[in-house]
């Protein structure tokens, strides 16, 4: 069975850091896209970042350039989200998921982190 | 990368049948067959309903289908059901590695 379990989420001031981490089992890590899509309070999903399969290319949205990295550990089988400076627009739930085009067949639950003073 | 255009809120009667749209533009739902929805509930993670603009996978029911036409998808959901009351999003591929998501449809089952 596929899982993927998020954690690191938590409050943070503006202009901090959060290591948003994901677990996946169940299937071969290391043969598939990942990617981290957010959902903030009252609003919509929206695209965070996406990496490879051997971690050679990432993509970003433009919102979390130059401040998130996405990077991943097939060794471990886990996926990360560096988060730096934080801003309270990207309060959101974030989701690991697995895939990288627009078809994203397996969800974690997600971890919540809130940029608040 | 503009978010796709959903209607907020959709509705109908157990039994009947729904459709829920997403517009975007030539360079996103219309520029390629990578559109797909998903259904979240309350405190869940999103579940896949529909790729490619039609497919669906396993276990989804074949009361959901979808379509496109133009820079416009279409989820419908046929023979509604109280449990197919959730909200749905599209999402498409939008070139050079980007995607985009729409804003989100709230389905109530009257």
């Known amino acids: 069975e596929v899982q993927l379990v998020e954690s690191g989420g938590g409050l943070v001031q503006p202009g901090g850091s959060l290591r948003l981490s994901c677990a996946a089992s169940g299937f071969t890590f290391s043969s598939y896209w990942m990617t981290w899509v957010r959902r903030a309070p009252g609003k919509g999903l929206e695209w965070v970042a996406k990496i490879n399969e051997d971690g050679s290319e990432e993509y970003y949205v433009d919102s979390v350039k130059g401040r998130f990295s996405i990077s991943r550990d097939n060794a471990k089988k886990s996926l990360y989200l560096q988060m730096n400076s934080l801003r309270a627009e990207d309060t959101a739930v974030y989701y690991c998921?697995?895939?990288?085009?627009?078809?994203?067949?397996?969800w974690g639950q997600g971890t919540l982190v809130t940029v608040s003073s | 990368q503009s978010a796709l255009t959903q209607p907020p809120s959709a509705s109908g009667s157990p039994g009947q049948s729904v459709t829920i749209s997403c517009t975007g533009t030539?360079?996103?739902?219309?520029?390629?067959?990578?559109v797909s929805w998903y259904q979240q509930h309350p405190g869940k993670g999103p579940k896949l309903m529909i790729y490619?603009?039609?497919k669906r996978p396993s276990g989804v029911p074949d009361r959901f289908s979808g379509s496109k036409s133009g820079s416009t998808a279409s989820l419908t959901v046929s023979g509604l059901q109280a449990e197919d009351e959730a909200d749905y999003y599209c999402c498409s591929y939008a070139g050079n590695n980007n995607l985009v998501f729409g804003g989100g449809t709230k389905l109530t089952v009257l």
């Open positions: 030539s360079s996103d739902v219309g520029g390629y067959n990578y």
């Open positions: 998921v697995r895939g990288g085009r627009a078809s994203f067949g397996y």
């Open positions: 490619d603009v039609s």
